[in-house]
């Protein structure tokens, strides 16, 4: 009588087995290693782009900000008859705000040369054209009441005016507050003399402001 093997082929395909269970663990483990995390916790993966930045509008101001600012700069003044004046200027302004981008306020101006001495005041309104980061530009009008103050000849002559004042300007902001910039505004005046004469003025300001 013939007694089949079992036992001996039992226990050959018992090894073969143990042996591909211990050589399938280290691969697993390594697919477990590189493939990366689904659900909530694969948000810290490196592979994830980061959120775009918030964008911070037209404007660094909103409803209800008042601010004031000072300048330093000079002003040209080009009549129609008369020389030509270079002034040295000093200018203020200040600013409430009806909206995000639109403000109204008034200048103050004072302008000083050779023969020649000049006052203005009046309102102003200012709209933010373009805000990004730190950088601010804004478009300027203003109506201003000027007096004139000539020297020469041994004797002064004082005179009214009117001006008109078309620029803009641009500021930098170096924190929610503080800022410094730049203005720039082209003046036509008319200055009340007999007879009346017409002038156009170039003014360039720099400085610094504060929100309130």
């Known amino acids: 009588m ?7 082929l039992a226990v050959v395909l018992a090894v073969l087995l143990a042996a591909a269970a211990l050589a399938a663990a280290p691969a697993a483990a390594s697919a477990d290693e590189v493939a990366p995390e689904s659900g909530p916790a694969g948000d810290d993966s490196p592979l994830t782009p980061e959120p775009a930045p918030a964008s911070s ?11 004031a600012a000072a300048f330093l700069g000079f002003n040209l003044l080009i009549p129609t008859q008369g020389r030509v004046d270079a002034l040295f200027a000093i200018m203020a302004d200040g600013d409430y705000h009806l ?35 730190p950088h601010h530009v804004y478009a300027r009008a203003a109506l201003a009441f000027e007096i004139f103050r000539f020297f020469g000849g041994g ?9 008109l004042q078309l620029g803009g300007g ?13 203005d720039v505004a082209f003046v036509p005046s008319f200055i009340f003399t007999n007879p009346v004469v017409f ?10 402001g504060i929100k309130f």
């Open 2 to 8: 013939t007694t089949t093997p079992t036992r001996p």
């Open 57 to 67: 509008g037209v404007s660094h101001f909103k409803k209800g900000d008042l601010v």
């Open 99 to 133: 909206t995000d981008r639109l403000s109204v306020g008034a200048t103050l101006g004072l302008g000083f040369g050779g023969h020649l001495f000049v006052f203005d005041f009046g309102p102003q309104a200012k709209f933010a054209v373009f805000a990004t980061g």
């Open 155 to 163: 004797m002064g002559i004082t005179a009214a005016g009117v001006n």
């Open 170 to 182: 641009y500021k930098y902001f170096f924190n929610e507050r503080f800022h410094v910039g730049a």
């Open 199 to 208: 002038a156009f003025g170039i003014n360039v300001n720099a400085g610094a």
